[in-house]
């Protein structure tokens, strides 16, 4: 089985752009698609990026997914940043049958 | 427009058995490809993948927690059935279903449900 590694936290001030990075221990990041979800206390969580890089209709596209073998990662780009994007961010994806998630990335909008 | 919602007991008491149904709509899970996710995040804690159900009947369990836990589906009601035996204070979590696809496609997430294992 496979790791995601997430950075604990990030932050950044509103109107700038933060990036998050999703490291896959061992077998190839382009293996499975990788999705990101959204957490906000008290709401369920939102997919923000699906495929890889992928937006669900709704999320703005100041968000954005990429991922890059060279460093065998994903990373969540959020543009523009707003209050409202305050959240715990997670990656994902699949081994074999199994659902990993990272750890959980927590940004901070100040 | 796919939704899931998640139902059962909010407090059980150590050594019980928690049973938590899925309801979901917007899709079928007799449909090829299809398959439901559970989920849950301690309190402060990160996402933890507990199991999955496929439309063939397929079913996967986490490495960790299989030994306690059951899946089960009603077609027919559109629902996926979770059971947790021998509950302990450290299980107590947001407890999600979700339709998490191997195959593609925007992942889809019930509202949660809190569960407290307490004496």
């Known amino acids: 089985n496979f790791m995601l590694t997430q950075p604990h936290s990030v932050s950044e001030s509103p109107g700038k752009t933060v990036t998050i990075s999703c490291t896959r221990s061992s077998g190839s990041i382009a293996s499975n698609y990788v999705q990101w979800y959204q957490l906000r206390p008290g709401s369920a969580p939102t997919t923000v990026i699906y495929e890889d890089n992928q937006r669900p209709s709704g999320v703005p596209d100041r968000f954005s997914g990429s991922i890059d073998s060279s460093s065998n990662s994903a990373s969540l780009t959020i543009s523009g940043l707003k209050t409202e994007d305050e959240a715990d961010y997670y990656c994902q994806s699949y081994d074999s049958s199994i659902v990993v998630f990272g750890g959980g990335t927590k940004l901070t909008v100040l | 427009q796919v939704t899931l919602r998640e139902s059962g007991p909010a407090l059980v008491k150590p050594t019980q058995t928690l049973t938590l149904t899925c309801t979901f709509s917007g899709f079928s899970l007799s449909t090829s490809g299809m398959c439901v996710s559970w989920i849950r995040q301690p309190p402060g804690k990160a996402l933890e993948w507990l199991a999955r159900?496929?439309?063939?009947?397929?079913?996967y369990y986490s490495t960790s927690l299989k030994t306690r836990l059951t899946l089960s589906k009603d077609t027919s009601k559109n629902q996926v059935v979770l059971t947790m035996t021998n509950m302990d204070p450290v299980d107590t979590a947001t407890y999600y279903c979700?339709?998490?696809?191997?195959?593609?496609?925007?992942?889809?997430w019930g509202q949660g449900t809190l569960v407290t294992v307490s004496s």
């Open positions: 979700a339709r998490i696809s191997p195959y593609g496609g925007a992942a889809v």
């Open positions: 159900i496929d439309w063939d009947d397929d079913k």
